[in-house]
């Protein structure tokens, strides 16, 4: 059993981590959804805002990457731990 403070800040983070997953799926299909879009009509009035929009998406995607680290350290339990059987 964990203290419930380490209980908390653990929920917190696994909270967090679940939150940062949901936006690069989101990220990660709206900038699919816009690259379809643009192979079907790559010259359609709306094209060059597309492409504009399909750019700042693809420029902040590794931006959320980073944070699926959290999801590992959330799942680390205090038995699967090396360091707390000394």
Same mark, same amino acid.
């Given at each position: 059993?964990?203290?419930p403070?380490? #209980?908390? *800040? /653990? %929920?917190?983070?696994?909270?967090?981590?679940d =939150?940062?997953?949901?936006? $690069?799926?989101?990220t990660?299909?709206?900038?699919?959804?816009?690259?379809? #879009?643009? *192979? /079907? %009509?790559?010259?359609?009035?709306?094209?060059? =805002?597309?492409?504009?929009? $399909?750019?700042?998406?693809?420029?902040?995607?590794?931006?959320?990457?980073?944070?699926?680290?959290?999801r590992?350290?959330?799942?680390?339990?205090?038995?699967?731990?090396?360091?707390?059987n000394?």
């Open positions: 059993m964990i203290p403070t380490a #209980a908390a *800040k /653990l %929920n917190a983070l696994t909270d967090a981590s =939150d940062a997953q949901a936006v $690069l799926n989101s990660v299909r709206h900038a699919n959804d816009i690259e379809r #879009a643009i *192979k /079907l %009509n790559p010259f359609g009035e709306s094209a060059p =805002d597309l492409k504009k929009e $399909l750019a700042r998406l693809q420029a902040v995607l590794p931006a959320h990457r980073p944070r699926k680290s959290c590992r350290l959330a799942d680390i339990s205090p038995t699967a731990s090396p360091q707390h000394n």
